[in-house]
């Protein structure tokens, strides 16, 4: 079982969808350079971030697996493909984005060993 460990949701204005997240759902959003976490009891972490770039506005979610290199494999040979290899988050884990065949874009995470 490969669980839903993350999300990330995109914004080009940064403060007003971090307010809008903390209102709507009563979301603990604390600073952490270069995004904010948004967290509340019983829920996936996740971030709100602002690449500077496009895309601006996007949603995704991120799925543990112990090996990227290994799944990434795996995923291009049932029709989907790489967008971000596997990058390193200091401190925290290593992250890569891929294509399912739709086209929809998903993170796999690999925490680092403690």
């Not at 307010?19 to 009891?41: L, N, Q």
């Not at 290593?94 to 065949?101: T, V």
């Not at 086209?103 to 680092?112: I, S, T």
């Amino acid at each position: 079982m490969h669980p839903v460990v993350h999300f990330e949701i995109g914004a080009k204005d940064h403060a007003r969808l971090c307010e809008f997240y903390a209102r709507a759902f009563g979301w603990d959003i604390t600073p952490k350079m270069p995004f904010v976490m948004a967290s509340g009891e019983g829920t996936v972490g996740g971030h709100i971030n602002c690449l500077g770039h496009e895309p601006h506005n996007y949603v995704t979610v991120y799925i543990m697996v112990p090996d990227l290199e290994a799944h990434l494999a795996m995923i291009e040979s049932l029709g989907g493909s790489r967008i971000v290899p596997p990058t390193e988050v200091p401190g925290m884990g290593w992250f890569a984005w891929f294509h399912d065949p739709e086209g929809n874009a998903v993170g796999l995470w690999k925490p680092m060993q403690k």
